[in-house]
């Protein structure tokens, strides 16, 4: 089992910037329609694409429970029911924190209360295959974006679609879009 806790707000954030681009599966394209979470020894990464818009969050870890570093996919809908749950606090200066904990089959998120803990979220999650992984390879996707040698240009033909899908995602955390 893997445990760590993250901060509830930048949970939230990853999460509302991630979810417009996971796509969504189909039989063509039963791969997409996910949230890949990988713990890293920087914080918890959420990452998407939809073949056209790609994004990765990184969430801040507050405290990691244990070693084992896991890696794991959720739905669409699962996720969107994380956010459902464990809703910004409105009455409270901090945000306060989460546990995640990771199973072989479950995903477990819990409110980390003062003296009890709080809402209580298990859902299933998917287990990313050992063979045959079509989940696309976000991070080499972003990675060879940001490491390309590229020629400074005056304009760009953008697809406005495309690019209202980051809309989303610098609202989620703080921005103006």
Not at 157 to 174: R, Y
Request: glycine share 6%; hydrophobic share 40%; net charge negative.
């Amino acid at each position: 089992m893997s445990e760590i806790i993250v901060s509830r707000s930048s949970l939230r954030s990853a999460i509302a910037s991630v979810l417009p681009h996971a796509g969504k599966a189909t039989d063509e394209t039963p791969q997409l329609g996910k949230i890949r979470w990988t713990m890293t020894g920087e914080g918890l990464l959420l990452w998407a694409t939809d073949y056209n818009t790609t994004v990765a969050a990184l969430v801040d870890v507050v405290e990691y429970q244990n070693a084992e570093l896991a890696a794991w996919d959720t739905t669409t809908a699962v996720t969107r029911k994380i956010l459902a749950v464990f809703k910004a606090s409105s009455t409270r200066d901090t945000d306060g924190d989460l546990t995640v904990q990771v199973t072989d089959e479950q995903l477990h998120i819990t409110e980390t209360g003062d003296l009890l803990p709080g809402e209580h979220l298990k859902q299933p999650k998917i287990k990313i295959p050992t063979e045959d992984d079509r989940y696309p390879d976000v991070a080499r996707i972003l990675h060879t974006a940001l490491t390309a040698d590229v020629e400074p240009q005056s304009h760009a033909l953008v697809d406005w679609a495309h690019l209202a899908a980051f809309a989303p995602s610098v609202k989620a955390w703080g921005g103006k879009a």
